[in-house]
Every structure is written in structure tokens, then in C-alpha cells.
């Protein structure tokens, strides 16, 4: 086995470095896979923790999985680097199932960058340690993205490239029609983009489940169904939180 292959499923490092790890069986998740022993891996390692459906190479079979089973998330675990695989993909995000992660080994900047945009919520590395493996398909099951901070920061400096494909209008009068606290909240996750819950809380000097709270609230007022699309609608707007309220009641 590679490598990655040993990092992330040799049985014996894992023992150790598992314990804590909680076991979610009332997620679902569907793992798109070839027939290659490093997603077979994945499935069986995944499989301890969650609910796990495998779906078929093929488009059109793993979008009838997914319709079947509605999952909490989906993990493409193909070959990202060949443009068939990048194809499909983004195939599958144009659909509409945009609650979608990759699981790659050795992903260049530039793919990667190029399938967030697409609108793929995280990556999984290869070389990820088990538990650090666990955490993060549970935070994309909440609706999180998951990137490193290397990724944010590139993705950040695409601005321009995110304001040609959207209108911001729209975004500036609901900005405006937000509560004062609500723009605090979002000010402080506009300047920490990719932080998780916790360390925007902890800024904010209030406990997870009122930020939470606090989020879910203003999905509704900018209309947004969850963290990747926050983290998109902060990246287009990002010019609108360098001051203060600008109408907050």
C-alpha cells in the first residue's frame, strides 16, 4: 500500500489515535469510487464511523444513489487530476448536489482551486490522520467547509475573479437591512474566512451554541442555506465589512 494509503489506514496508529473519536451511524454519506484499493480503503475506514453508501463511477448511477439515499454529504473520490473525472464532477455540481467534497492525494493548487469555485465545500487528503480525517467529514456533514489555510488564503485573493459572476446589489441591501450584531458576527468571520466555530466564538467572547444561533439567523436573512455559501457571499463582499454597520438596527 502507498504511503497515504499506510497514513491514513493502518490499523495499528489508528488504535491510539481513534479512541476519542465519536461514531455517527445516523449520517449518511455516499462515497463515488473506482474499483482502485485506496477508495475501497476509504469506504471501509469511513464505514466504522458513519453510514456509508458507495455509488458507481458512472454520472448518471451515482446521482440516482444520491437521490435514493439523500445523504448528508457525498465524497468524490476519483481521480481529480484527470479531466474526466474534474468533468464529472463539476457535472454533478451543476445539478445541484453542491454538498460535496474530494478526496484526492497530491492535488495541484490550480484543480483545487478550480473545483471550489465550482462549488465543492472541501478537500480530504490522503495524508490526513484518521481522527483529523473524522472531523472533518463530520463539520462538512454541518454544513462547514474544509480547507487549509493555504487554500483560503489563494481563494481570497480571487476576489475579482468571484465578482465578475455575481452581482452584488442584492447582497449590499441585505448587508444593510442586518441588526448591528449580526454584522459584528459577520465582520469577525469575514476577517477569520475558513476559521472554525469555535475560534470565531471565542473572538466573539460567546459560547458555540450562540454563534450557531447567531448563524443560523442570518442564513435566513441573506437567504443562504449554509457555511459554504456563507463563505462565498463573505469572499464576494468582503469590501462591505472593513467598517462599521451601515444600517444595522
Known amino acids: 500500500m502507498s504511503r497515504v494509503g499506510y497514513q491514513l489506514f493502518d490499523k495499528k496508529a489508528e488504535k491510539h489515535e481513534m479512541s476519542s473519536v465519536i461514531e455517527f451511524p445516523n449520517i449518511k454519506l455516499v462515497v463515488i469510487t473506482n474499483q482502485s484499493m ?13 453510514t456509508v453508501i458507495s455509488a458507481e463511477e458512472d454520472i448518471g448511477r451515482s446521482q440516482q444513489k444520491i437521490d435514493e439515499t439523500k445523504p448528508q454529504h457525498i465524497i468524490y473520490c476519483l481521480d481529480a487530476k484527470s479531466e474526466k473525472a474534474q468533468k464529472n464532477l463539476i457535472e454533478l455540481l451543476n ?8 478526496f484526492a492525494v497530491d492535488l495541484s493548487s490550480e484543480i483545487q482551486d478550480k ?4 462549488g465543492v465545500k472541501g478537500v480530504l487528503d490522503g495524508a490526513m490522520k484518521p481522527e483529523h480525517m473524522v472531523k472533518a467529514v463530520r463539520r462538512l456533514c454541518d454544513g462547514e467547509i474544509w480547507l487549509d489555510r493555504k487554500s483560503t488564503t489563494r ?9 465578475q459572476h455575481f452581482n452584488t446589489s442584492r447582497d449590499v441591501n441585505m448587508i444593510k437591512a442586518l441588526s448591528t450584531r449580526e454584522f459584528e458576527i459577520l465582520k469577525v468571520c469575514s476577517q477569520m474566512l475558513g ?6 466564538a471565542k473572538r466573539l467572547y460567546i459560547n458555540e451554541n450562540s454563534l450557531r444561533n447567531y448563524l443560523s439567523s442570518i442564513y ?24 462599521k454597520a451601515p444600517g444595522g438596527q
Open 38 to 50: 485506496l477508495s475501497a480503503s476509504l469506504v471501509v475506514f469511513l464505514s466504522r464511523y458513519f
Open 220 to 243: 435566513n436573512a441573506l437567504m443562504l442555506k449554509n457555511r459554504h455559501e456563507l463563505f462565498l457571499f463573505l469572499m464576494r463582499n468582503k469590501d462591505q465589512f472593513d467598517g
Open 115 to 118: 473545483l471550489v469555485m465550482h
Open 95 to 102: 445539478a445541484g448536489y453542491l454538498n460535496t467534497s474530494i
Open 195 to 200: 476559521a472554525t466555530n469555535k475560534e470565531i
Open 155 to 163: 481563494l481570497i485573493k480571487m476576489l475579482p475573479q468571484v465578482h
